[in-house]
Each structure stands twice: as structure tokens, then as C-alpha cells.
């Protein structure tokens, strides 16, 4: 198959949600779609020790949530479909934004009862800000929840989106019927036995046809007709440009549970996503029809397989063909590179690849060369942007509770933080370390994966810290920044990158020290050159 041919089938995308709307379900669903998996992991259920297909981590299987961004692979159609599932608690947040940098579209999964919750609305503008374009799945319709037209609305005010429904529901909970798929007038009909079975759906170019009223009933049938017609009148036509430059957004109704609506959702996203697109990076843009390859490095995983102490780049190729064993430029460190066993995957099961194409994500196995962000070209001197580091809202200081481990604990904290999971800001004043998170669940995580994957113990212990701001001087040498450094000396760290960061106690004293220091600038985030 030639080169434009695999960019051609090539679908890159990511599921994002607030916690329990569904999203790891609606994954194992579309992976049972696929052939992929015979059979979903009841995810809640933990009298069943399988667990849910894309939560690998020991930790995740206890607690039923996911903690880290898991890539599965399969073929529908003779589409190539790359799944990035991302965590949903708001605690993992930052993997979640870092991946938004890799795929090319994103599913947005709502609950039917919930509507639009706080960590929906969070990610759904990192998307608004890339214009990524989004598409609306509204789940568990087999449970009583609002009605469509509510929810319709809100995820418009909400979100700040301009939506198009493109299937709609018949009744909800105890009276869902099924759905009418206004994509390819189809009709679907619920029955609550038919989680492993998918009914094919009833052909209806016309809603007025009384055959209607027998399959749904009078009543139904009547409301249904008057809802559509409602919808057309309110709603624009979906319209292909405008969904792909992140203008429109189709919505589409189900319940994952029971492998409803889901055929449906898979079958339009095949036919309008996107496929692989071009990329910024600061030199210029690189288009994914671009012969030679680029690539950029957005999560790295230690200890994927505890038993081997793995740790993996995952690469998002944009560009060119990623061929096994052919030598390639780190760009920062400014090395050639091979690699003999890139990996796709599976959940955990990985599966050597010879050749990748762009849109597709490759695992590579990697001994600490790599950090996110990284890129690798076939020459070109190459950076990627859109990957940053958020100031952490959580800080804490990291003692080591067995002093006889204390070279493990420092590589545990190295790699772990090279996963992007937690940042590690050292201060300059007696060297001390401070853990900071997007959430407190994070210092759990790191605490238990120290412990099983590294044989390592660690305390915490509280410190007070408002925000972590990293710090751009003018000029380094003048007396101004002099002074701040001899002021604020006590406050003063670096992150693993070496960069100079100021941690303030609250946000009067963010305002005082610019306003006193007008040549310092003060960033929220890590990446502001």
C-alpha cells in the first residue's frame, strides 16, 4: 500500500471526560467493534479480576480509575484507528493535556444525568485553544437523565460549543426505545439483552411512514417526529469543513454499558475525522505527507512490565515512515539514534512493528535519553511546541524513609518524573526536594509505585506553597534580578530541566515581586521561550 494510501487511513484520536461519564467503557466498546477484544472488562466490577482492557496499572485496577493514558491499536474498516484513552480524575489532568498534543481529534464522552461537568469544561478548552475538532458522545441513556434538548444546550453555554445533533434519542431510562440515527436515517431499537449483540438498525429515509408507530409505539413515534423537526429547524446541517476546522460539533447519543449507539458513533467518526495533520513546530510547519520522517516524544512510561524495569517514549510520528533499525536524530541531544524493537500497542500487550506511518504512536524502549518534548528527525533541526509544564497546585517535601535505599529512591523519583507525573523542583538554598502535583491523589501513586516498582520508601512532608512560577530575567547579570535572588533566596529552586523557579507563598506575594522586580517575568507554565 503506497504512502498517501496509509496516511489516508490513518485515525489518531483521543477520549476525554470528567471521571465516570463512561470513557473507559465507550474504549473497550469501540475496541470490541474492532474484533480487537472478544469480550469488555466489566470495569466497575471488581469480583472480576480482569478489569477494564486499557487500565494496566496494579493501582488502577484497585481504585476502578484510570491513572495514565493508555494507546490501543486496532483496525476497523480497513481504517487504522489509534486510540489514546486519557485519565478523566482531575488529579491526572496533565497527561490528559500532553496528550491532546498527539491526536488529531477528540471524543468528548458526557453522562446523560450529570451533563457537562468541571473537568469536561477544563479539557474541552485545551481543545478550543488548539481547535481540535471534537465530537459529542452522551452516554448511559439506559439511565434516567436530562432531556436531550437540556443537554444540548448546556453542552453549547458550557462547553462554548456550536453543536449538531446527528442521532437523537427515542425516550430515556425506563423508556428509552432506541435512537434515530439522523446520519444515515437509521433506526435503532433497544432491548436491554443485547450487550454482546448489536442490532443492525432499521432502514427510514422517512419518519412519516406508519411502519414507525408499530416498531416504537404511537406515542414515541409521534414525539419523535416532532423533535426532529424541531432539530432541523434549530440545529445547522453538519457540515464536514466546519467540524475539521473545530467550528461544529457533532453529537451523538448512547449508552456505552450496552454497546448502544456505539456502531453508530464509530462508523460516522471513520467516515468525517480527520486523518493524520500537519503540525507547528517553532521552525516551521511540517506536513504529514512530508516524505522524511519527524516525530515528538509526549508521555514516557517507566517500569511498563515491573518484572523487566522497561521505560518507554511513546513517539507520535507526524511525518515520513518510522522504519525498525534506521538511524534517526535527537534533536536535543543532537545524537543519532536506532531503534531494533519499536513497539505498537495493545494496552500493555506490545507487538514489534517494522514500519509506522504518520498518526500512528510508537513505544520506544529508551535508558533515559529521552524527556517530553523531544523530537527525532531524519537531519532537520526540528521542535515541537505545545508541550508544557503547568505550575503544580499541590507541594510537598519528599524525605527518604530507609536511609539504606536512598540510590533507589533518587532513581524511582528521576524516572518517575521523567514520566511527567509529578515535578520535582530541588532548592537552591540546602538542596532539598519538593514534589509538586496537579493533585493530592498523585502522592499516593508516586508512593506506591516507588515502593513496588523501585524497592524504594519515602515520607512527605507539608510544605506551604501557592503556586510554582518559573523565572525569565532580561538580563541576568543587572542588579535588579541580583536582588531578587539575594531577596527571595529562601523560595528559590530548579526543575529537573535546571530552570530557575520561584515558589510563592500566595498570590499577594506573585504581585509584589513583579510589580517591585519589573525586569523578571513570572510564568505559570515551563515553556515560554
Known sequence: MSFLKEIERRRTFGIISHPDAGKTTLTEKLLLFGGAIQEAGAVKNNKIKKGATSDFMEIERQRGISVATSVLAFIYKDKKINILDTPGHKDFAEDTFRTLTAVDSVIVVIDVAKGVEEQTEKLVEVCRMRNIPMLVFINKLDR????????????EQKLGLRVTPMSFPIGMGYDFKGIYNIYDKRLNIFSGDNKQNISAGI????????????????????TLREELELIYEVYPKFDNTEY???????VFFGSALNNFGVKELLDAFIEIAPKPQP?????????????????FVFKIHANMD??????????????????RNAPYLHVRNGKKVKFSSPNTFFAEKKEIVDESFPGDIVGLHDTGNFKIGDTLTEGEHLNFKGIPSFSPEHFRYVNNA???KSKQLSKGLDQLMDEGVAQLFTLDMNGRKIIGTV?????EVIQYRLEHEYGAKCSYENIHVHKACWVEAEDTKNEEFKEFKRVKQRYLAKDKQG???????????IQMTQSKYPTVKLHFTSEFQ
Not at 144 to 155: M, Q, S, T
Not at 282 to 295: A, I
Not at 439 to 443: E, R
Open 499 to 509: 530552570q530557575l523557579v520561584f515558589l510563592a507563598d500566595s498570590s499577594f506575594t
Open 306 to 323: 515491573p518484572k523487566h524495569r522497561d521505560r518507554l517514549a511513546f513517539i507520535k510520528i507526524v511525518s515520513g515512515t518510522f522504519k
Open 279 to 295: 503540525k507547528k513546530a517553532e521552525e516551521r510547519w511540517v506536513d504529514s505527507k512530508e516524505e522524511k520522517l519527524t516525530g
Open 402 to 404: 530507609d536511609p539504606m
Open 439 to 443: 493533585g493530592a491523589l498523585q502522592y
Open 244 to 250: 475539521l476546522e473545530g467550528k461544529l460539533q457533532p
Open 203 to 222: 432502514e427510514f429515509n422517512d419518519i412519516s411512514n406508519p411502519k414507525l408507530d408499530e416498531v416504537v409505539g404511537e406515542k414515541a413515534a409521534e
Open 144 to 155: 434516567e437523565g436530562k432531556d436531550a434538548f437540556d443537554l444540548l444546550d448546556e453542552v
